[in-house]
């Protein structure tokens, strides 16, 4: 290997990035953090990993998707992709041609996580749960990439910036609370 490979085989934990783990009691990482952290785990793992930029928020903020599987299936994306476009659009396809494509194509899985702020272990896990995904070597984990393709999707960039920063701004944890005095729900 040379050394960027090597280099870009070190997967950063969550701990080393947000100096705790994800699940430690009164610890919340907040969106400015986790994007940094996408942003590291993505440059890691460019063989097993792609990060997009879906668009902006409401409130300005770059909200992520990113694409987990083997490194295989990452060389032939844009061949998966159009398998799936065509499966799904169903147009012309005779029954031989549509089993045909769905052996050959893979797996689409949607994980996504923060659609409601104040559940904050749905933001927090997708975290956890990407970097899993990624750091793992074992035959099962490697199995399973083989098969499928995993699109990790914050929801609600906004939302964790607002409830991590205002649960984690008191440094005394036991008076932190998530009663937060500001109107967030834009759309209503």
């Known amino acids: 290997l ?7 085989q070190v997967i950063p934990s969550p701990k080393e990035h947000f100096g705790f783990n994800i ?3 009164y610890k919340l990482a907040n969106y400015t953090q986790t994007e940094a952290y996408f942003k590291k785990l993505a440059a890691a793992s460019p063989d097993r990993c792609k990060l997009l930029d879906i668009g902006l928020t ?3 903020r770059h909200q992520y998707m990113m694409i987990v599987s083997s490194a295989e299936n990452m060389k032939n994306l844009d061949h998966y992709k159009e398998i799936s476009r ?3 659009r169903a147009e012309n396809l005779t029954d031989e041609q549509a089993h045909a494509l769905s052996a050959e194509g893979k797996a689409v ?3 996504d996580g923060g659609l409601h702020a104040t559940e904050v272990v749905a933001t927090q896990q997708l975290i956890e749960i990407i970097y ?4 793992r070597k074992d035959p099962e984990t490697l199995h399973r990439l083989d098969g499928v393709i995993i699109l990790f999707t914050h ?3 906004d939302g964790q910036e607002l409830v991590s920063d205002w ?18 729900e834009k759309y209503i």
């Open 167 to 184: 649960y984690m701004k008191d440094t005394d944890s036991l008076k932190r609370k998530l009663k937060i005095p500001r109107l967030y």
């Open 86 to 88: 065509k499966l799904a």
């Open 155 to 157: 929801t609600n960039p």
């Open 23 to 25: 699940g430690d009691n």
């Open 58 to 60: 409401e409130e300005g």
């Open 109 to 111: 899985v949607w994980v």
């Open 132 to 135: 899993q995904v990624l750091s």
């Open 2 to 8: 040379s050394l960027t490979e090597t280099i870009a």
